[in-house]
């Protein structure tokens, strides 16, 4: 039976669009003047995955499922040298400007997940975007105290699809991974899941990635996160 679920956080957690799309154009308009007239912001965010013309992203692509040091070194080659140390800040500063601006998926988000800690499910994060940011979003959105485990793309355990994220929530939560749901928007985040062995590996439909595009890796989408609960007390379930 499912005992923990993992949950990404971008597009998950956080809707996708209202939290990262004004800080993606704030740090591609930095990005934007170091390249000599070449590149627009707005090339930038094209390159980057972003398509203008829908609001919508490529699936799967840099800025919609990238951790920040891969979006970095995109940059870096675009612009054909790498940033100094006071070029990285302003661009960092920009995708983490502290325990503010942060918009969940469903407000307010707390009573959600206090409803799967009182079902008894523990809970982690794991995240493209760094530790330390991570946990200064749980903690601006009130509610690092839920969370057993918080991890991102620079903690050491691998970045997504690659299964070191779920494997070292479940020794934290001392779980086997067939008790660990594995909840996200995009393939990577379904795909970590499958290669870890976890129990569920769950789409929703909060963030870069539809329907249809996710049904490709999954059988199970949902919604939003609200659906949790009672997608996975359906008869107790295991699913795979």
């Not at 094209?46 to 040091?69: C, E």
């Not at 020794?171 to 499958?194: C, K, N």
Request: aromatic share 6%; charged share 20%.
């Amino acid at each position: 039976m499912i005992r923990a679920i993992l949950f990404d956080k971008d597009g998950t957690l956080l809707d996708f669009d209202r939290t990262w799309l004004p800080r993606y154009r704030a740090a591609a308009s930095v990005v934007s003047g170091h390249c000599g007239g070449r590149h627009s912001a707005e090339d930038i965010l094209a390159l980057g995955g972003y398509r203008a013309q829908t609001g919508g992203w490529v699936p799967d692509s840099l800025l919609a499922a990238g951790s920040n040091a891969q979006i970095l070194a995109a940059w870096e080659e675009l612009v054909g040298q790498p940033f100094d140390a006071a070029e990285r800040a302003r661009i960092t500063t920009c995708f983490a400007p502290g325990t503010e601006g942060y918009v969940p998926v469903v407000e307010p988000l707390r009573p959600c997940l206090e409803d799967l800690v009182a079902r008894g499910y523990r809970l982690g994060i794991a995240t493209m975007d760094d530790e330390a940011q991570a946990r200064s979003t749980a903690a601006g959105l009130g509610v690092a105290d839920l969370f057993t485990f918080i991890c991102g793309a620079d903690s050491g355990f691998g970045v997504k699809p690659e299964p070191g994220m779920v494997h070292a929530f479940g020794r934290a939560v001392d779980m086997p991974p067939e008790a660990i749901a594995m909840v996200g928007d995009s393939p990577r985040d379904i795909h970590m899941g499958q290669r870890a062995g976890a129990g569920a590996s769950i789409g929703v439909l909060t963030g870069a990635h539809d329907a249809a595009e996710l049904g490709r890796h999954t059988p199970h989408v949902l919604t939003d996160i609200t659906r949790l609960a009672d997608f996975l007390g359906e008869e107790g379930r295991t699913i795979r």
